[in-house]
């Protein structure tokens, strides 16, 4: 019994570092990394950096989008060179491929900067409508 204690401690600590995820996209001019960690969400595009941290008013919220790019670092698909005049840059943790904009592994990359705006907006709305009752 006394085992299970630092046992489950050190399973929790883990888990969590597993769950820690970079992903970094080029497309032309354009740069930006998305860091995901158990407790926050990082977006920066040069200069730009915005965070959103997990609250208990957005847990929900906040597990939704981040499990949208877990499936990211599983499959990657093989690179692809030719058919685009830009191609899209990237990096998940420790694993790099070039893909042409239109393959679909490469449009979600794309979509974080839009999607990121979104969650960001909808969780500050849902905190401070909480914080208003």
């Known amino acids: 019994?006394?085992?299970?204690?630092?046992?489950?401690?050190?399973?929790?600590?883990?888990?969590?570092s597993l769950f820690?995820?970079?992903?970094?996209?080029?497309?032309?001019?354009n740069i930006y990394s998305l860091n995901l960690t158990p407790k926050e969400v990082t977006?920066?595009?040069?200069?730009?950096?915005a965070k959103v941290t997990k609250?208990?008013?957005?847990?929900?919220?906040f597990n939704d989008y981040v499990?949208?790019?877990?499936?990211?670092?599983?499959?990657?698909?093989?690179?692809?060179?030719?058919?685009?005049e830009f191609l899209v840059k990237y990096k998940i943790d420790d694993k790099e491929g070039v893909l042409t904009p239109q393959h679909p592994f490469a449009q979600k990359l794309l979509g974080i900067p839009g999607s990121f705006d979104v969650f960001k907006l909808a969780t500050e709305f849902r905190c401070e409508k909480k914080d208003k009752k």
């Open 20 to 29: 820690a995820q970079s992903i970094h996209v080029e497309y032309g001019f």
């Open 55 to 61: 609250e208990e008013c957005s847990t929900k919220l």
């Open 67 to 84: 499990s949208r790019f877990s499936d990211l670092t599983k499959d990657q698909p093989k690179d692809q060179t030719t058919g685009s």
């Open 1 to 16: 019994m006394k085992l299970s204690l630092p046992v489950l401690f050190l399973a929790g600590f883990f888990s969590q």
């Open 43 to 49: 977006f920066q595009k040069k200069e730009y950096v």
